[in-house]
C-alpha cells in the first residue's frame, strides 16, 4: 500500500495568485500523478511526475500553468498559477503500484482550491 | 481507444435496498478494472479491483462486482445499502500504453441512499 500526505487540504485564494500544493508519499515511487476534479465531474490526468525529469503534461495542460517539481522519490508539489474561478477545483495526488498479482492507484485526500 | 462508461449520473435508493452501479468498458488491449468510492469531502478509496481469475470480485464495505468479458462491462452491486454507503463512485480501467500503464475514469455515479 502506499500512505499519500497532501497539504494544504484546502484553500481560497484571490485570483492571479499562485498556489502550491505538496504531496508526499510514505515509500519511494517512480511516478507521480497530479488530477484535477471539477464540481461534479471525474477525474482528469493533468501530469505524470517523474523523478530527475521534466513532468509529462496531458492534453489541455501545460507547463507554464501547472508546473510541477519531482525532487526525489517521494514527494512532488503542483502549483497552479495565476489562478482565476474556473480552476476552482479539487486536485489530488496519486500514486500506482503495478504487478503481476495486484496494482492499484492510491490517493491523497485532496486539496479543494476556491478562488475568488 | 480505451473508455470508461457509467450509465447512471445518479442514483436514488432507500436504506436496505440492493442497488447496481453499472460500468461498461471499451479496449483493444487486456484491462484491468477498479471500483473507487469518494465519501463527502474525502479522497478516493478502493473498493475492488479485477485482474484476473475469478470474475466475481468481493471488496469492502459489501460490494462486489462482476466482470463480463463478453459484455465488457464490470457492474457494481450490494444486496442491501446503508445511509453510509451514500458517495460519489467511480469505475475505472487500467491498460499497457508502450512502457506505462494509463489509468481512465468514467465520470461518476452519486448513490444518494434515502431513509
Known amino acids: 500500500s502506499a500512505v499519500i500526505s497532501q497539504k494544504p487540504s484546502r484553500d481560497i485564494c484571490q485570483r492571479g495568485t499562485s498556489l502550491t500544493i505538496q504531496c508526499q508519499v510514505d515509500s519511494q515511487v517512480t511516478m507521480m500523478f497530479w488530477y484535477r476534479q471539477q464540481p461534479g465531474q471525474s477525474l482528469t490526468l493533468i501530469a505524470t511526475a517523474n523523478q530527475g525529469s521534466e513532468a509529462t503534461y496531458e492534453s489541455g495542460f501545460v507547463i507554464d500553468k501547472f508546473p510541477i517539481s519531482r525532487p526525489n522519490l517521494t514527494f512532488s508539489t503542483l502549483t497552479v498559477s495565476n489562478m482565476s474561478p474556473e480552476d476552482s477545483s479539487i486536485y489530488l495526488c496519486s500514486v500506482e503500484r503495478f504487478g503481476e498479482l495486484n496494482t492499484e492507484a492510491f490517493f491523497g485526500q485532496g486539496t479543494r482550491l476556491t478562488v475568488v | ?115
Request: hydrophobic content about 35%.
Open chain 2, 1 to 115: 481507444a480505451q473508455s470508461v462508461t457509467q450509465l447512471d449520473s445518479q442514483v436514488p435508493v432507500f436504506e436496505e435496498a440492493p442497488v447496481e452501479l453499472r460500468c461498461n468498458y471499451s479496449s483493444s488491449v487486456s484491462v484491468y478494472l477498479f471500483w473507487y468510492v469518494q465519501y463527502p469531502n474525502q479522497g478516493l478509496q478502493l473498493l475492488l479491483k479485477y485482474l484476473s481469475g475469478s470474475t466475481l470480485v468481493k471488496g469492502i464495505n459489501g460490494f462486489e462486482a462482476e466482470f463480463n468479458k463478453s459484455q465488457t462491462s464490470f457492474h457494481l452491486r450490494k444486496p442491501s445499502v446503508h445511509i453510509s454507503d451514500t458517495a460519489e463512485y467511480f469505475c475505472a480501467v487500467s491498460y499497457n500504453a508502450g512502457n506505462n500503464r494509463k489509468l481512465i475514469w468514467g465520470l461518476g455515479t452519486s448513490l444518494a441512499v434515502n431513509p
